[in-house]
Structure formats: structure tokens, C-alpha cells
């Protein structure tokens, strides 16, 4: 089989597929879910040497699999990561998950009480079952679990800020303005410059206006060669995963910023490749809310 796949943060080697001819009753199913060269030859399931890319390491055939024959090892992918699939009693009916979803408020107003490790656990056990592209996975995520875990990351954070700031000044902005679209004069000048003042204006009065004195952030950053778009859906699945256990979230779209320090990746041991996408605070929340909101998307168009 080949033995080399689709590129991701850890390489390019394949996965490798094996399959226990004793147990296999031939029923076809892991060849019709594989994506990538698994068929039915010479009276065996086999790997077939002329598909296009060798196994990305998927699991998908292990999964489905009615006798377990199939076992994939490889790309960080192992029989042990296989679990029984919950019962249909177990999984949230339609209605509990979107009163889940519904209750789910931005939440920028912490109580004191910290974050239990287990319950940090379990956010993450439960986040890392996002679908997040090619596997295995190029999410990274960094825990900062405690107020002055917090506070150190905020400090590092504001620092850079206001070495940008001179970046953001009206004059600066002018001269820019030639080279860069409307849309995105208008949000330096509109958004970002004024933040920036706010976070700095904050920090003098002795307030936290970058991470509302939050006692958990979970920092997300992604490897080059896979969609940003992976590490969002994590951190939403992290962010209802939260509130499934009783906390607030809210997340921060200005820590991506600091993408751009090699300081501050260097010391939170984020990969100088990998790109810093999304913060998401975490903590019981201090307020509680008593109504739910029915947002709508901008347009839906049925074809």
C-alpha cells in the first residue's frame, strides 16, 4: 500500500490498515465508508495499491466495522481509541440540545470560584470530538487554568498591544489607507484602535478589559497545513461543552493578534508555524440570564 498521504503538521506517512482475514465475514461496509483505497479483492479486503493517496488514518473503517477485523495504526490513530457507541437513550433528543444551545449567552462576568481540573477535562475530552479535517488533528490548544495563569497570559498580551498601538495611529492609518481595502481601513480605525485604547485605559483603572478577570482560557492555535476553520469549530465545540457543564464562555477575538509575537509563542510553547486563531474564556458565571435569545442568520436562501 502506499506509503505516503495527504501532508498535516506531523508529516506525510500513512496510516495502516489490517485486517484479521479469520474474523472478516466480508460484508463490504468498511470499503464503502473508506474515502481513500480499501476494496474486496482476490476473496479479502485489501488496500489497493493504485488509489490516489494512501490512508490518512481516518478510523472510519474501525469504526464501522461490525466484527472488529479492522485495526488502524499510524498517524496517531490506534485500536485503543475505539469505544462503544453511545446508546440512542444516551444522546441529547433535538429538543434538550437546542435548549442547550439557547441558553448559551456571553458570559463576561466571572465569579470567583475557580475551574476544577476535572471539569477542564472533561471541556477537552469532549471538544476533541470536533471534526477538524485530514486527521490527525493540527488543533493545538493551551491551558491557561487559573487567575494568574490568566493574568500572566493578559500581561504578555497587552504588552505587544500597545507596541502596536503606535501602528494604529491616525496618521499612520492615513497613509495606509491607499493600500488596503475600505472594509478593512474602516475596522483598524473603527475597531481595533479604539480597543486598543479601551484595553490600555482598563489596565491603568486596574480592570481587565481583555479577559474579564476570567480563571480559565483556552488558547487555540492550528498548524499551517490545515484550515484555520478547524480550530473555530473546536473552540464552539469547547464552548458548548462548557455550558453543558454550568459554565460561561465568551470568546476573544483579539488574542489572535499576538499570533505575531515570536516572544510570546516562544514562550507558551506555540509552534513558530502554527497560527493562533481564537481565545475562549471560561468560568462560572457570576450573572444569571432570564431569557434566551432567537438569533438569525443574515440571509437563507433554499435552491
Same mark, same amino acid.
Given at each position: 500500500?502506499?506509503?505516503?498521504? #495527504?501532508?498535516?503538521?506531523?508529516?506525510?506517512?500513512?496510516?495502516?490498515?489490517?485486517?484479521?482475514?479469520?474474523?472478516?465475514?466480508?460484508?463490504?461496509?468498511?470499503?464503502?465508508?473508506?474515502?481513500?483505497?480499501?476494496?474486496?479483492?482476490?476473496?479479502?479486503?485489501?488496500?489497493?495499491?493504485?488509489?490516489?493517496?494512501?490512508?490518512?488514518?481516518?478510523?472510519?473503517?474501525?469504526?464501522?466495522?461490525?466484527?472488529?477485523?479492522?485495526?488502524?495504526?499510524?498517524?496517531?490513530?490506534?485500536?485503543?481509541?475505539?469505544?462503544?457507541?453511545?446508546?440512542?437513550?444516551?444522546?441529547?433528543?433535538?429538543?434538550?440540545?437546542?435548549?442547550?444551545?439557547?441558553?448559551?449567552?456571553?458570559?463576561?462576568?466571572?465569579?470567583?470560584?475557580?475551574?476544577?481540573?476535572?471539569?477542564?477535562?472533561?471541556?477537552?475530552?469532549?471538544?476533541?470530538?470536533?471534526?477538524?479535517?485530514?486527521?490527525?488533528?493540527?488543533?493545538?490548544?493551551?491551558?491557561?487554568?487559573?487567575?494568574?495563569?490568566?493574568?500572566?497570559?493578559?500581561?504578555?498580551?497587552?504588552?505587544? #498591544?500597545?507596541?502596536?498601538?503606535?501602528? #494604529?495611529?491616525?496618521?499612520?492609518?492615513?497613509?495606509?489607507?491607499?493600500?488596503?481595502?475600505?472594509?478593512?481601513?474602516?475596522?483598524?480605525?473603527?475597531?481595533?484602535?479604539?480597543?486598543?485604547?479601551?484595553?490600555?485605559?482598563?489596565?491603568?483603572?486596574?480592570?481587565?478589559?481583555? #479577559?474579564?478577570?476570567?480563571?480559565?482560557?483556552?488558547?487555540?492555535?492550528?498548524?499551517?497545513?490545515?484550515?484555520?476553520?478547524?480550530?473555530?469549530?473546536?473552540?464552539?465545540?469547547?464552548?458548548?461543552?462548557?455550558?453543558?457543564?454550568?459554565?460561561?464562555?465568551?470568546?476573544?477575538?483579539?488574542?489572535?493578534?499576538?499570533?505575531?509575537?515570536?516572544?510570546?509563542?516562544?514562550?507558551?510553547?506555540?509552534?513558530?508555524?502554527?497560527?493562533?486563531?481564537?481565545?475562549?474564556?471560561?468560568?462560572?458565571?457570576?450573572?444569571?440570564?432570564?431569557?434566551?435569545?432567537?438569533?438569525?442568520?443574515?440571509?437563507?436562501?433554499?435552491?
Amino acid at each position: 500500500m502506499k506509503d505516503k498521504t #495527504f501532508k498535516t503538521g506531523i508529516g506525510d506517512m500513512a496510516a495502516i490498515p489490517t485486517i484479521d482475514a479469520k474474523t472478516c465475514d466480508l460484508c463490504g461496509w468498511c470499503v464503502k465508508v473508506c474515502g481513500t483505497g480499501l476494496k474486496i479483492r482476490d476473496g479479502a479486503v485489501r488496500f489497493d495499491d493504485d488509489a490516489f493517496v494512501g490512508c490518512i488514518g481516518c478510523g472510519l473503517c474501525m469504526a464501522v466495522c461490525p466484527t472488529g477485523s479492522i485495526t488502524v495504526t499510524g498517524r496517531k490513530m490506534s485500536p485503543e481509541m475505539r469505544l462503544p457507541m453511545p446508546a440512542n437513550d444516551a444522546i441529547a433528543t433535538p429538543d434538550q440540545l437546542e435548549s442547550l444551545l439557547l441558553r448559551r449567552r456571553s458570559i463576561r462576568l466571572f465569579a470567583e470560584k475557580e475551574v476544577e481540573k476535572p471539569v477542564v477535562d472533561a471541556i477537552l475530552r469532549m471538544a476533541s470530538t470536533a471534526p477538524m479535517g485530514i486527521p490527525p488533528s493540527d488543533v493545538g490548544v493551551i491551558v491557561f487554568r487559573g487567575r494568574d495563569k490568566v493574568n500572566e497570559l493578559r500581561t504578555d498580551a497587552l504588552d505587544y #498591544f500597545q507596541h502596536l498601538s503606535r501602528y #494604529f495611529n491616525r496618521g499612520v492609518l492615513l497613509l495606509m489607507r491607499p493600500f488596503v481595502k475600505k472594509v478593512s481601513y474602516e475596522m483598524l480605525r473603527d475597531f481595533v484602535r479604539p480597543v486598543l485604547k479601551e484595553y490600555a485605559k482598563g489596565e491603568a483603572e486596574g480592570s481587565d478589559t481583555l #479577559f474579564y478577570d476570567c480563571p480559565l482560557l483556552l488558547l487555540f492555535h492550528v498548524s499551517q497545513y490545515a484550515d484555520p476553520a478547524d480550530s473555530y469549530i473546536a473552540a464552539t465545540y469547547a464552548m458548548i461543552a462548557a455550558e453543558s457543564l454550568g459554565l460561561g464562555t465568551c470568546m476573544n477575538g483579539m488574542i489572535p493578534v499576538i499570533d505575531y509575537s515570536r516572544k510570546i509563542k516562544r514562550k507558551y510553547g506555540i509552534p513558530k508555524s502554527n497560527r493562533v486563531t481564537l481565545g475562549i474564556m471560561i468560568g462560572y458565571p457570576a450573572v444569571k440570564y432570564q431569557r434566551a435569545l432567537r438569533r438569525e442568520f443574515a440571509s437563507v436562501v433554499y435552491r
